[in-house]
């Protein structure tokens, strides 16, 4: 089970990493970021965790949020876009979704046996053959392609430690706390994001964008609300 939150969470990665190609990294993170709605409606269903009345708010926020978000308006001069972005990050969001309810049912249900397969270090391996059966394959098969710099590499060396650490420490989290909360808390990374496209990338979301991207972050609050 945990081997398969991983893979699926390996997959997502990939989905993600195409999807801000076509899309601007404000948006598109954004989006993806709205997994925690489903991680709770997941473990609602499917572990037994009940929804208080702020969680069902936040869900429905998070969902106008990514509807808004979705809806580009037509280029004021002229220039297509492409959306090839929204379904890649769709599968990203769906993917991160499961992956939350399956490491916590991982747990709940191998790791309080007398073996103890679902421990953090077992789960930190989990980790790294997910991470190396789905992103290692596919850096594997199409990274080679194209010119490669030493500069290039060590650009790379960062983003990736702290996405390894990121997953390390959620997966720690979710073994002492409810996925409903966890998934939330650790989704807020928008907030960086956000700074880093308004900042180094100059982008400018519209208003509807805006206003989008307030009620996924609101969402997040009233997810954590009253889990159970």
Known sequence: ???????????????????????????????????????????????????????????????????????????????????????????????????????????????????????EANMALFIAVGGLLTLGVYGFAFGRQGAASVHGWSRSFLPMATMALGGLLAAIAYKTGPASIVSPLSGAYPLVTLGFAWVVLKERPTALQWAGIAAILAGFVFTTMGAG
């Open 1 to 119: 089970v945990g081997l398969l939150a991983y893979v699926l969470d390996g997959i997502a990665w990939i989905f993600y990493y195409q999807s801000i190609v076509y899309g601007p990294i404000s948006i598109v993170g954004t989006l993806s970021a709205a997994y925690p709605a489903l991680t709770v409606i997941f473990a609602n269903r499917f572990l037994g965790e009940s929804l208080s009345p702020f969680q069902i708010i936040g869900v429905i926020g998070v969902i106008a949020g990514c509807l808004s978000l979705a809806y580009s308006p037509p280029d004021p001069h002229g220039k297509k876009t492409s959306k090839r972005w929204m379904p890649l990050a769709g599968a990203a969001l769906v993917l991160w979704g499961m992956t939350g309810v399956l490491v916590k049912y991982a747990y709940a249900w191998y790791g309080d046996n007398e073996a103890n397969v679902a421990s």
